[in-house]
């Protein structure tokens, strides 16, 4: 079995997000994508992240339709920060060996990849995918990383969680950079604003 891993914030879960995984799972011929929400990401401040719970939901809400996608809880159950080393070996224990393991990471976050707790390990026990992202040349990712990573370009769609909270603080329309659904639910709970 083929398990790609997506983490993140999604704080909120967008469209690149979704289409990242679909061209992961479509063009690699992974059996599954997990969407991985972390809790306390080390690296990301806290005055902007709503609630764990809240993003638990749009991520449910977000993959319902995709029969390749799963939303696991594992970083949100878990006590303290959320480090990816940390979710590769549960998953590894969980999945055991004959189960091939993949973590999509954008562009964007593999120029600082060197900031992730034990980020040699990590790249050592888990294969990595790399999504392109515009405005994020991989020509700025150190030659100790990129060359361990498996490079997948995506269709370039100029949406980021940033971008969102701010329209949605602005009173601007989210309609098509989000699933309806979850704009649906940031309305009903009054989420970022």
């Given at each position: 079995?083929?398990?790609?891993?997506?983490?993140?914030?999604?704080?909120?879960?967008?469209?690149?997000?979704?289409?990242?995984?679909?061209?992961?799972?479509?063009?690699?011929?992974?059996?599954?994508?997990?969407?991985i929400?972390?809790?306390?990401?080390?690296?990301?401040?806290?005055?902007?992240?709503?609630?764990?719970?809240?993003?638990?939901?749009?991520?449910?809400?977000?993959?319902?339709?995709n029969?390749?996608?799963?939303?696991?809880?594992?970083?949100?159950?878990?006590?303290?920060?959320?480090?990816?080393?940390?979710?590769?070996?549960?998953?590894?224990?969980?999945?055991?060996?004959?189960?091939?393991?993949?973590?999509?990471?954008?562009?964007?976050?593999?120029?600082?990849?060197?900031?992730?707790?034990?980020?040699?390990?990590?790249?050592?026990?888990?294969?990595?995918?790399?999504?392109?992202?515009?405005?994020?040349?991989?020509?700025?990712?150190?030659h100790?990383?990129?060359?361990?990573?498996?490079?997948?370009?995506?269709?370039?769609?100029?949406?980021?969680?940033t971008?969102?909270?701010?329209?949605?603080?602005?009173?601007?329309?989210?309609?098509?950079?989000?699933?309806?659904?979850?704009?649906?639910?940031?309305?009903?709970?009054?989420?970022?604003?």
């Amino acid at each position: 079995m083929k398990i790609a891993i997506m983490g993140g914030t999604f704080n909120p879960i967008h469209n690149a997000h979704l289409i990242s995984a679909e061209q992961v799972q479509d063009q690699l011929n992974y059996d599954r994508v997990l969407f991985i929400p972390s809790a306390r990401p080390p690296h990301k401040g806290h005055h902007d992240i709503i609630d764990s719970e809240h993003r638990y939901e749009i991520t449910q809400i977000a993959v319902a339709d995709n029969p390749h996608f799963e939303v696991l809880r594992i970083e949100l159950d878990r006590k303290g920060q959320s480090y990816a080393i940390q979710t590769i070996k549960e998953l590894q224990k969980l999945y055991g060996n004959n189960c091939k393991l993949a973590w999509i990471i954008g562009a964007d976050s593999l120029i600082e990849f060197k900031i992730w707790k034990d980020w040699d390990e990590i790249l050592n026990i888990c294969h990595f995918i790399a999504t392109t992202r515009s405005g994020y040349p991989l020509s700025k990712v150190p030659h100790d990383i990129i060359n361990r990573v498996e490079i997948l370009q995506i269709p370039e769609i100029e949406i980021s969680a940033t971008d969102i909270r701010n329209r949605i603080r602005s009173k601007n329309s989210i309609r098509y950079l989000v699933p309806s659904q979850v704009a649906e639910y940031i309305t009903k709970h009054k989420l970022f604003i």
